[in-house]
């Protein structure tokens, strides 16, 4: 079992930033690979970014290309997710996930609570 805690949430103004992180519990973070996804509410859910288990690959949805970095530090179980050049359409509930499986397209195994975003024009 592996529990996610995010934190870093939080109201912004229009082209700010914030660095959302997420804390796993258990002694194999790093057997899994990690990713960030969104929703807002009235929407489904969606990705935002996911990276490899070692962390030397990532992949991330068009909407957020350039302006947010994932990342991840297996020593402290910890993925991080850093966010730029924010834009209201930004504005959402971010969940953390891990996966057993692919980097890219895994099921996820596990969900954080989620972290609230709001980014004011």
């Known amino acids: 079992q592996v529990q996610l805690v995010e934190s870093g949430g939080g109201v912004v103004q229009a082209g700010g930033s914030l660095r959302l992180s997420c804390a796993a519990s258990?002694?194999?973070?790093?057997?899994?690979?990690m990713g960030w996804f969104r929703q807002d509410p009235g929407k489904e859910r969606e990705v935002v970014a996911r990276?490899?288990?070692?962390?030397?690959?990532?992949v991330y949805a068009d909407s957020v290309k350039g302006r947010f970095t994932i990342s991840r530090d297996n020593a402290k179980n910890t993925v991080y997710l850093q966010m730029n050049s924010l834009k209201p359409e930004d504005t959402a509930v971010y969940y953390c996930?891990?996966?057993?499986?692919?980097?890219?397209?895994?099921?996820?195994?596990?969900w954080g609570k989620g972290t609230l975003v709001t980014v004011s024009s």
């Open positions: 258990g002694r194999t973070f790093s057997s899994y690979a």
């Open positions: 990276i490899s288990r070692s962390g030397g690959i990532a």
């Open positions: 996930a891990a996966t057993s499986g692919n980097y890219y397209d895994g099921d996820i195994d596990f």
